[in-house]
């Protein structure tokens, strides 16, 4: 939950109805969606697109934060 939290940006308001302290990123948004890239394409059942992965992870990076629309 706490990845999820610093990746979406956690809100004040939402952490008090919680009764919780904000979760705040402490590394870049790139860094997260990376760890998210990581965690999808060094584990799908296809070689090729592993061995992509593996030589260009920013680039997977990259791609993943587009399939998020920033609110």
Do not use: C, H, W
Not at 45 to 67: H, M
């Amino acid at each position: 939950m706490k990845f999820r939290l610093r990746l979406f940006s956690d809100t004040t308001s939402g952490a008090k109805a919680e009764g919780r302290s904000k979760v705040q990123a402490s590394e870049s948004k790139i860094a997260l969606y990376s760890v998210l890239a990581a965690a999808i394409f060094k584990t799908v059942d296809d070689e090729a697109i592993q061995q992509d992965y593996e030589n260009d992870p920013t680039r997977f990076a990259r791609s993943t934060q587009q399939q998020f629309p920033t609110v």
